[in-house]
């Protein structure tokens, strides 16, 4: 490997925004680097946090990884902003992006900055993450994989905007030469600027596309990592939460593949239709998988949302396939975390959840709790109390009751309904049923 000169080899650019405990383990994780056959730079830009992330990156610095530069905004800008002002600060041979929250793998990581060294005509080596479950401690791959690797040039922008609609890819974990990064002119508006990068990176060389990941994904939803139900990976809370960027950065992405291969602003019309059919399927695809990690990270809440707006666009949904994937990982358990979201998020929270008249509610959540989220035990009380208590106990929480009676008895007494919970109701608007008191 060529290491002349005394500039480093890699740049990789971590945008920060507190984090802090995460943002640790992450550069803890990066200590191979010293290791590394050639010089790594580590660039780290906390996006205005309010936690203690400044003080871990300079901790780290000093006693860890000389090799970070720090970089303090006075203002958040949000992450795509913070990421871009790496990538123009860069001082690398090539440049990665990594999330505050992931890790790279080592050896792929230098096998692919050897294989760039040898292929110089290639501007972006692009991979799909794989993705490890900290709960489980396994390892899985994202996607549909393709085989062999792929190289596109400029005229073939076409085949490589259909290439990543087929293979459901997303231009976001790569290696890029930090001097084609710079020449391209991206754009940061309503769109994911990578599917901007990626096309324009055309115009100074070849991008390669190779199933081999160099990039970990770490999804946790353990105590630690995740205190509150909607607490995960940034990255693909990122992804999963901006789907109407994500179709504006599909659509922008054809434009700028038709400008490089037909030399056209507009879609043809022998392409129109097949455009559409091929985005709307890539979005369909991805609804789907975001209520797969829905589930695998204990939200479902989100993860029965984004089902629903899959079946909305599916053509192949049937009632059969919607009442299995409910039963078997929607109502009960997202109407569970609903009900303790709102008692978390209550002002001076978290409130308690209070079971007056209710020992088929009380057995459900308390079950559902144990099985599910474990850590919310810790975070929130649960608790059987008696109607006549319930004036004292009120201000701490939301009760939750099978009475209507009691419901009406509270509200004349001037209780918020919103503090008042009516478990056969709360069953009917999630389709929930507890036969017997099992959820």
Request: with cysteine; proline share 7%.
């Amino acid at each position: 490997m060529n290491t002349s000169g005394s500039g480093p080899i890699l740049s990789i650019c971590i945008p920060t925004y507190n984090r802090a405990a995460i943002l640790r383990t992450t550069l803890e994780h990066l200590q191979w680097v010293k290791q590394a056959p050639f010089p790594v730079e580590i660039l780290v830009a906390d996006d205005a946090s309010q936690d203690e992330s400044a003080a871990v990156i300079e901790e780290m610095r000093r006693s860890h990884l000389p090799m970070i530069r720090p970089f303090l905004s006075r203002r958040n800008r949000g992450v795509e902003r913070n990421m871009t002002a790496l990538f123009r600060v860069a001082r690398g041979r090539y440049l990665t992006y990594l999330g505050d929250d992931d890790q790279l793998m080592p050896e792929a990581t230098l096998a692919a900055i050897q294989f760039l060294d040898s292929n110089p005509r290639i501007v972006g080596y692009y991979a799909p993450p794989a993705m490890w479950d900290c709960s489980h401690q396994a390892r899985f791959d994202k996607g549909d994989r393709f085989n062999p690797p792929r190289l596109f040039d400029r005229p073939m922008a076409l085949d490589l905007f259909n290439f990543m609609l087929d293979h459901f890819i997303m231009p976001e974990n790569a290696i890029l030469r930090t001097d084609a990064v710079g020449r391209s002119c991206f754009t940061l508006n309503r769109s994911y600027f990578l599917f901007d990068l990626l096309f324009k990176l055309l115009d100074y060389g070849d991008v390669y596309f190779t199933p081999i990941p160099f990039y970990l994904w770490m999804l946790r939803n353990t105590p630690a990592d995740q205190m509150v139900l909607r607490r995960g990976n940034e990255g693909v809370n990122w992804i999963l939460n901006r789907r109407d960027m994500l179709r504006i950065s599909w659509d922008l992405a054809l434009r700028q593949a038709l400008l490089r291969t037909l030399a056209t602003h507009t879609v043809p019309d022998h392409l129109r239709r097949s455009a559409l059919i091929q985005i709307n399927r890539y979005l369909t695809t991805n609804l789907s998988v975001a209520a797969n990690f829905g589930v695998m990270n204990r939200d479902f809440v989100g993860g029965l949302e984004f089902f629903a707006q899959s079946m909305l666009w599916n053509n192949d949904v049937t009632p059969e396939s919607i009442q299995h994937w409910q039963e078997q990982h929607g109502s009960p358990q997202a109407a569970v975390q609903a009900v303790l979201e709102l008692a978390y998020d209550l002002p001076g929270g978290p409130g308690e959840l209070l079971f007056c008249h209710a020992p088929q509610a009380a057995y459900f959540f308390s079950h559902c709790v144990e099985q599910l989220w474990p850590h919310y035990q810790k975070l929130m009380i649960m608790r059987v109390v008696a109607e006549q208590q319930l004036p004292q106990e009120l201000a701490r929480g939301i009760v939750i009751t099978e009475q209507p009676e009691l419901r009406q008895r509270l509200q004349q007494q001037g209780v918020a309904p919103g503090r008042i919970i009516l478990f056969p109701e709360w069953q009917r608007n999630f389709r929930v049923a507890a036969e017997g008191g099992q959820p």
